[in-house]
Nanobody, 110 residues
């Protein structure tokens, strides 16, 4: 099971940190991903972190503004989002090996 939290309403230029806590599988064995689905659009990949946390990758649209990290002791993956833009408005999901969370809404608006 994956459970996201930390979404909300923020002004452009603001920051949020999303969390995703895993249970029911060996978290430390799996790469973790964040995806998002903007209103009226399809789901898109945002970021990936390897199982050991040593390597990360980002979509061009968020590179330099978002940071993915994980704590394998806490079975949690994070997405730190800075300098948020209106186009970042979406439901954000964490995912691993075909398992998806329920999503958390992020709205960027003045």
């Amino acid at each position: 099971q994956l459970v996201e939290s930390g979404g909300g309403l923020v002004q452009p230029g603001g920051s949020l940190r999303l969390s995703c806590t895993a249970s029911g599988f060996r978290f430390s064995n799996y790469a973790m991903n964040w995806h998002r689905q903007p209103p009226g659009k399809g789901r898109e990949w945002v970021a990936t972190i390897t199982a050991d946390g040593r390597n990360t990758d980002y979509a061009d649209s968020v590179k330099g503004r978002f940071t993915i990290s994980r704590d394998n002791r806490e079975n949690t993956v994070y997405l730190e989002m800075n300098n948020l833009e209106v186009d970042d408005t979406a439901v954000y999901y964490c995912a691993a090996s075909g398992l998806w969370g329920q999503g958390t809404q992020v709205t960027v608006s003045s």
